[in-house]
């Protein structure tokens, strides 16, 4: 598969902007990494719906880190430890750790699962002309800065 795969992914120099339902239908894998062209880690969106798990699973090199889009997911761990995540929830899990995810709830769960290795690279994030960081007509939280010079400028990470 390619990029001409996911025609209605939208494209330039420099970027590419998707939904979910671009990325495939029904159940299963959404291919996020080929779909948008991601290069520097492994992300994939995954749709499972209601009763169904994965088997046990480890990684030689990758670790993982899920997060919970919609639905109620469990992840059971070798370990007999078991963690049930909704909307929201994430888990970071090591590449040699034997896991299974399944859904507990009563519809499709939807979760993000992106996998890398060798580390964080380091906040390397850089403002664009004069713009600020964020602009909002809202009150400032840590790490956002609001047009005109009012709220928060905390380092965000």
């Known amino acids: 598969m390619d990029a001409s795969d996911y025609p209605k992914v939208s494209r330039a120099e420099g970027y ?18 080929r779909g948008l062209d991601v290069t520097a880690f492994g992300v994939n969106a995954i749709v499972m719906p209601p009763g169904v798990e994965s088997g046990f699973h480890y990684h030689e090199t990758q670790e993982e880190l899920y ?3 919609r ?17 929201g929830a994430f888990a970071r899990v090591d590449a040699a750790t034997p ?17 890398g290795k060798d580390g964080y690279i380091g ?3 850089h403002v664009y002309g ?17 047009s005109g010079g009012a709220g ?5 990470s």
């Open 71 to 87: 639905g109620t997911i469990e992840m059971v761990f070798a370990d007999g430890s078991v963690h049930r995540m909704k909307e």
């Open 99 to 115: 896991r299974k995810v399944r859904n507990v709830g009563d519809t499709d769960a939807v979760y993000l699962c992106a996998g």
């Open 16 to 33: 590419a902007v998707g939904h979910l339902d671009d990325l495939g239908d029904g159940p299963g894998f959404r291919k996020v990494r």
């Open 152 to 156: 928060g400028s905390g380092d965000g």
């Open 67 to 69: 997060f919970v889009h």
């Open 123 to 125: 906040r390397d994030a």
């Open 130 to 146: 004069d713009e600020p960081r964020v602009s909002s007509a809202a009150a400032s939280t840590t790490g956002f800065t609001v």
